[in-house]
């Protein structure tokens, strides 16, 4: 199956680079949330796939919500969690950066993940209990141990205006970090931290097709996932803290002030 997403994934990307930069019909799901229409296609392209080779599991995705399988007495232990253009902001904007994000669930866990970047070629998977790999190439998180030589990461949620919270987190990193980014792509920031490009990650107000692929690639390049009080995550209910690991409890720290 993992095959089968790594596929899934480049054919969705082939549609995303084919249609970047182009003008698009762009909708507003709420003031901040935009929607185009490649996302769309692209999702489009998944669940068809995942119906074709995979009537019997069930399907979240963030366009379209849940869908049941093919035969609806049937009550499915898998359920593939996708998101077809994580970034569409950054898309609508003809800012490069933006992913496809497969993940697949097996009674409520997480057992394979495929982040792909379509301009770059950058394909990150995962596979539970078989580590994690950029480009075929074995990838692990990084070994800083100070929050002061770190490079983290966060996302704004779409109701920032409304988390006072959000703003008091972010200075208190500012604060304490070598630096801290926002990229607006939640699974391309957890693929790099699971690649050690980001040494950590925090963000409030995602969804389980934000983060079911990227957390399963944190752990199993060596990091840790958990939410803010250091409980395991739960990918239902943000936020969601990832790191190397040796940063977490430091991270923790901070996000308790």
Known sequence: MLNFAIQTAREAGRIL????????????????DL??????????????????????????????????????????EWRWIIDP??????YAHGYPCFCISIGLEHKGRMEL????????DELFTAERGAG??????????????????ALLCTGFPYDVRERSEFARHFANFIMNAQGVRRDGAAALDLAYVACGRFDGFWEEGLKPWDVAAGMLMVEEAGGRVSNYAGEALNIYQPPILASNGLLHEEMMRVLSV
Do not use: C, M, W
């Open 17 to 32: 680079a084919e249609r970047f930069g182009r003008a698009l019909q762009i909708t507003n799901k709420s003031e901040l």
């Open 132 to 149: 994690a790999s950029l480009n075929g190439r074995r990838i692990q998180v990084s070994e800083r141990n100070n929050l002061a030589s």
């Open 85 to 90: 253009l994580d970034g569409t902001t950054n």
């Open 113 to 120: 993940g495929v982040i792909y970047d379509p301009l770059r």
């Open 35 to 76: 929607v185009t229409e490649s996302d769309l296609a692209s999702e489009r392209l998944i669940i068809d796939r995942i119906k074709t080779y995979h009537p019997r599991h069930a399907i979240l995705a963030e366009e379209s919500g849940a869908s049941a399988t093919a035969d609806r007495d049937v009550q499915s």
